[in-house]
C-alpha cells in the first residue's frame, strides 16, 4: 500500500510540474510572437524603433523555449523571468507612452504560478523586480516629449491586449491547476481510505484464521484422535471378552465412529463455507424446515418433542446449502439439550419478516447460564457435560450467517429453555 500511495502523490506533484512547464512555453512564444509583430509595425511606421532589438529578444526568448523543451527547467524559468522583465524595461524606456509598462502585471502573476509554495521566496524576489522596474518606467513616463502619437496608440492596443492574454491565460491555468489538484487529491485520499479498509479487514481476517487455526489444530486433534483411542480400546477388550458381548462392543463402536463422520462432516462444513461464493436462489421456506427436522428425527428423544410451526414468510431468496445447514444445527441443539422429563417437551418454529427473514428456533430445554452464552458461538465451545459434538455447530452456523450478511441472537435461561434467531437479509 506505501508503494500505491506514494506512486498516487507523484503523480500529483509530476501533473503541477508539466503544467507549469506548459505555461512557461506559453508564456515564451506569447514573448516570440507579440517582439515579432511589434518589430514588424516598427518597420511599416519607419520609426525608431525598427532595429534588431525586438528579434534579438525574439531569438533569446527561443533559445529559452529550446532549453524549456530540453529539460532545462529551472534555467529556463529564471532566465525567462529575468529576460521579460528587462525587455519590458528596456523598450518602455524607448517608448514611455506605447503601453509596455502593462507587460509587468501578468509577469508578477507568473512568477507566482511558476514556482510552488516551497520556493516563495522566488516568486517574491521576481515580483519585487516587476515592481521596482515598473515604478522606474513609470516615472519616466512624466518626462516624455515624443511626439509620435499616432502609431504608438496601435502599440498600446497591442501590448494592453497581449498583457490581457497573458493574465487571462495565467488565471485559466490556476483554475485548472487547482481544479486537477483538488481531484487529483480527492482521489488520492479515496484510494487511501479504500487501501486502508482493505489493509484492515485483511489484518483482522488473517489475525481471525490464525487464531481459529491455531485453535482448529489443537481441538481437531483431539478430537479426532479420541474416538480412535476409544475404538482400538474396544477393539482389544472385545478380543478378551465373550462373543456373547460383543455385540455390545460393536454398539459401541459404532457410536464412536458416528461422532467421528459428525465431525468430520462439521470440518467440511467449515472448509465450504469459507471457500464457497453465496448462490442466491428462491427457497421453499417450508421445505427446508420439513428437510432440516427430518434430519434430526432419529435423535435420541426427538419422537417425545412437540413440534409448533408457524411460518408467515413462504419463501426467501438465499443460499440453501448454509440455511439448511443452520436449521439443522440449531434443530439438533434443541432436540439434544430438550428435558425430556418435564410434562410435554415443545419446539417452536417461526419463520417472519420479508427483509430480513426472521427465523426463530425456541425449545422449553436445559437452557443455559450467562456465562455460557457470551462463549457459545466461540469455536470448539461445549457449553454443557451432555456435549457430546466437537462444539463447532453454532460456531459454523454464525459464520454462514457472515457470508450471507445476516446475524444470529440467542435468550436462554437455565432451566427454563432458549431461543435462538436468526436474521437473513434478501440481496438487492
Known amino acids: 500500500m506505501p508503494d500505491r500511495i506514494q506512486k498516487i502523490d507523484k503523480d500529483l506533484l509530476r501533473n503541477r510540474e508539466v503544467f507549469r512547464y506548459r505555461l512557461l512555453d506559453q508564456l515564451i512564444i506569447v514573448g516570440i510572437a507579440s517582439a515579432i509583430l511589434q518589430f514588424l509595425i516598427d518597420i511599416s511606421r519607419d520609426s525608431f524603433l525598427g532595429d534588431l532589438s525586438e528579434l534579438v529578444f525574439a531569438g533569446v526568448l527561443g533559445l529559452l523555449l529550446v532549453a524549456n523543451r530540453k529539460g532545462y527547467h529551472k534555467f529556463a524559468r529564471i532566465s525567462t523571468l529575468i529576460a521579460i522583465n528587462a525587455a519590458i524595461f528596456v523598450f518602455n524606456g524607448m517608448l514611455t507612452t506605447g503601453g509596455i509598462q502593462y507587460y509587468y502585471f501578468p509577469v508578477i502573476l507568473v512568477a507566482f504560478i511558476l514556482y510552488d509554495w516551497k520556493e516563495w521566496y522566488k516568486s517574491v524576489l521576481f515580483a519585487l523586480l516587476s515592481f521596482i522596474l515598473f515604478f522606474v518606467n513609470t516615472t519616466d513616463l512624466i518626462g516624455s516629449t515624443n511626439n509620435a502619437i499616432d502609431w504608438r496608440l496601435s502599440s498600446i492596443y497591442i501590448n494592453f491586449g497581449t498583457a490581457s492574454a497573458l493574465s487571462a491565460m495565467a488565471i485559466v491555468f490556476l483554475v485548472k491547476t487547482n481544479k486537477k489538484s483538488e481531484q ?85 462444513d467449515f472448509s465450504k463455507n469459507s471457500r464457497t461464493e453465496v448462490n442466491y436462489e428462491s427457497l421453499d421456506v417450508e421445505q427446508l424446515i420439513e428437510q432440516a427436522v427430518d434430519h434430526n428425527r432419529y435423535l435420541p428423544g426427538a419422537e417425545k418433542i412437540d413440534l409448533d410451526l408457524k411460518i408467515e414468510s413462504k419463501t426467501i431468496v438465499s443460499d440453501s446449502y448454509r440455511i439448511s445447514s443452520i436449521l439443522t444445527s440449531l434443530i439438533a441443539n434443541a432436540v439434544k439439550y430438550h ?29 443455559f447460564s450467562h456465562d455460557v452464552k457470551t462463549k457459545i458461538f466461540d469455536m470448539f465451545y461445549r457449553g454443557s457435560e451432555r456435549s457430546t459434538g466437537a462444539g463447532l455447530g453454532l460456531y459454523i452456523a454464525k459464520e454462514m450467517l457472515g457470508a450471507l450478511k445476516g446475524k444470529i441472537e440467542v435468550d436462554s435461561e437455565e432451566g427454563v429453555g432458549s431461543t435462538f434467531s436468526f436474521y437473513v437479509p434478501v440481496p438487492d
Open 184 to 268: 487529483s487529491l480527492r482521489e488520492a485520499n479515496k484510494e487511501l481510505i479504500r487501501l486502508s479498509s482493505e489493509l484492515n479487514e485483511k489484518n483482522q481476517v488473517l489475525a481471525k484464521t490464525n487464531d481459529e487455526l491455531d485453535k482448529f489444530m489443537y481441538s481437531s486433534s483431539h478430537d479426532l484422535r479420541a474416538p480412535l483411542s476409544s475404538i482400538l480400546g474396544l477393539v482389544n477388550v472385545a478380543k478378551l471378552d465373550t462373543p456373547d458381548k460383543r455385540e455390545t462392543y460393536l454398539e459401541m463402536i459404532r457410536d464412536r465412529v458416528n461422532g467421528l463422520d459428525y465431525f468430520i462432516k462439521e470440518i467440511i
Open 339 to 367: 428435558n425430556l422429563n418435564q410434562e410435554r417437551p415443545m419446539l417452536w418454529i417461526a419463520v417472519k419478516g420479508t427483509n430480513p427473514v426472521k427465523f426463530i428456533i425456541k425449545d422449553n430445554g436445559s437452557g
